[in-house]
């Protein structure tokens, strides 16, 4: 597949969304809403969930699977409370010793005018720093389109995977085509040059896990990644909060031959 293709089959009507691994990967999933500041943003779906037996904080952004609910969903684009309403999950998972596991699924944050009257970048930069130095694991994975900092806020974790059809990327291809040529009718061209597939991301060594979406098999993607998620949540929890943060921390410092 071209890198365009991966992109339109992350996008494609029907593809799961966060709300069906969080139904086929957990139990007694409890939805929690609000940011305590402004609102509820239906945009994120978090909530408190088992993972077999263990406790942990569920964040998705989730797009919606039919058209009325993904309208009540923005398709995925989340305002400031959205992203407040995650942040607040992750200090309580926090407290608690709870980890945290995020779905990404959007094509970048809400831009509209209430939500840059909010602090839509505030919001995000507060996630970007709070999850950095959060004392609990994270992993997040990104399931279909991974769109700039709306993406990010969900992202700062101790492994970030990917769906091999997922994409991760600054700006989206027809973005950067009509940034760059002025016509986003080059938008296969721009996809190729973005390197936004999960095969060129493990490569650069921003991500460290390539699921395999097992021909459409849902089921055993569920099952793969309920056991890849058991074992790598016992091997961050093992570590001492200090030598987990130092490694993500690392992580972070590692891209684009920062040093360490």
């Known amino acids: ?8 089959a992350a996008r494609a009507n029907g593809r799961p969304t966060g709300q069906a691994y969080i139904e086929q ?31 942990v904080t569920v964040i998705a952004l989730e797009k919606g699977r039919d058209l009325e609910e993904k309208v009540r969903r923005n398709f995925g684009s989340a305002n ?3 992203y407040r309403k995650a942040l607040r999950q992750m200090k309580l998972a926090e407290k608690f010793n709870r980890p945290v596991i995020c779905f990404v699924d959007t094509s970048g944050a809400y831009c509209g005018l209430g939500a ?58 027809e973005g950067c085509a009509s940034i760059l040529w002025k016509d986003s009718t080059r938008a296969a061209e721009a ?27 849902f089921s055993a993607v ?20 200090n030598e987990r943060l130092d490694r993500r921390y690392a992580r972070f410092r590692r891209m684009g031959g920062g040093a360490v």
Not at 29 to 45: C, M, S, W
Not at 147 to 170: I, P, R, T
Not at 223 to 233: C, D, I, P, Q, R
Request: negative net charge; glycine residues 8%.
């Open 1 to 8: 597949m071209t890198a365009y293709e991966r992109v339109l």
């Open 25 to 55: 990967i957990f139990t007694d999933f409890i939805e929690l809403k609000g940011d305590r500041r402004f609102g509820d943003d239906p945009a994120v779906l978090a909530g408190l969930a088992f993972l077999n037996q263990t406790p």
């Open 80 to 82: 400031p409370e959205g």
């Open 116 to 173: 840059e009257e909010r602090g839509q970048g505030q919001a995000i930069a507060e996630n970007l720093m709070e999850m950095m130095a959060l004392n609990t694991p994270i992993l997040s994975v990104l399931i279909g389109e991974g769109g700039s900092g709306g993406a990010l806020a969900l992202s700062v974790a101790d492994e970030v995977w990917m769906m091999e059809n997922a994409v991760y990327s600054v700006i989206s291809p």
């Open 191 to 217: 996809a190729q040059f973005l390197r936004l597939t999960a095969q060129d991301l493990l490569e650069f060594g921003v991500i460290e896990q390539v699921i395999s979406e097992e021909n459409g098999n």
């Open 222 to 241: 569920c099952a793969h990644l309920k056991e890849k998620m058991a074992e790598t949540l016992v091997f961050l929890s093992s570590l001492d909060n």
